[in-house]
T-cell receptor, first 107, second 114 residues
């Protein structure tokens, strides 16, 4: 069983829609990361969370430590948001990654 | 601040040939990771260094893969001989310390084995 589960695996949205990507994990963590990977590109760190909520522009990330769950929200989605979004958790000295959510935003 | 540098960005080789990837982490980052990312999957840890020591190489196929970080700064990952299933993106990442710090990735090196 993977330590990190993401849903949905694929997501297609119309420009302007509100998007939610979910991440669940199975053990205690020291931090959770949301990462963005564009096609052919490297991985960019969007957020690092250990509690509560963080906001950066149109992106919002929340985490519920008790429920072992995190969500990444994108408001007013835009075609340039099309990418793979990866949830990663830090357990001890290691990172464990979800398989990613492939988001396509259609103009 | 310069990011994590990797080279080459792309490499195409035939099976049984060898290949080497280079990574220079962010200055001052003690922890360096090499990940393998196969298309459609999340990154899989190959090896983790803390300074010039190996912290975890349990998932490194040691019969063909090797990595070193001799001076605790830049690192090289080598595959010899390559197999078709080694086709993947090899990602290098670094973080400041072993604590809950942020993880910074390079652009990745995309390997195609024919």
């Amino acid at each position: 069983k993977n330590e990190v589960e993401q849903s949905p695996q694929n997501l297609t949205a119309q420009e302007g829609e509100f998007i939610t990507i979910n991440c669940s994990y199975s053990v205690g963590i020291s931090a959770l990361h949301w990462l963005q990977q564009h096609p052919g590109g490297g991985i960019v760190s969007l957020f690092m969370l250990s509690s509560g909520k963080k906001k950066h522009g149109r992106l919002i990330a929340t985490i519920n430590i008790q429920e072992k769950h995190s969500s990444l929200h994108i408001t007013a989605s835009h075609p340039r948001d099309s990418a793979v979004y990866i949830c990663a958790v830090r357990i001890g000295n290691q990172f464990y990654f979800g398989t990613g959510t492939s988001l396509t935003v259609i103009p | 601040e310069a990011g994590v540098a990797q080279s080459p960005r792309y490499k195409i080789i035939e099976k049984r040939q060898s290949v080497a990837f280079w990574c220079n982490p962010i200055s001052g980052h003690a922890t360096l990771y090499w990940y393998q990312q196969i298309l459609g999957q999340g990154p899989k840890l190959l090896i983790q260094f803390q300074n010039n020591g190996v912290v975890d190489d349990s998932q490194l196929p040691k019969d063909r893969f090797s990595a070193e970080r001799l001076k605790g700064v830049d690192s090289t990952l080598k595959i010899q001989p390559a197999k078709l299933e080694d086709s993947a993106v090899y990602l290098c990442a670094s973080s400041l310390s072993g604590g809950p710090g942020e993880l910074f990735f390079g652009e990745g090196s995309r390997l195609t084995v024919l």
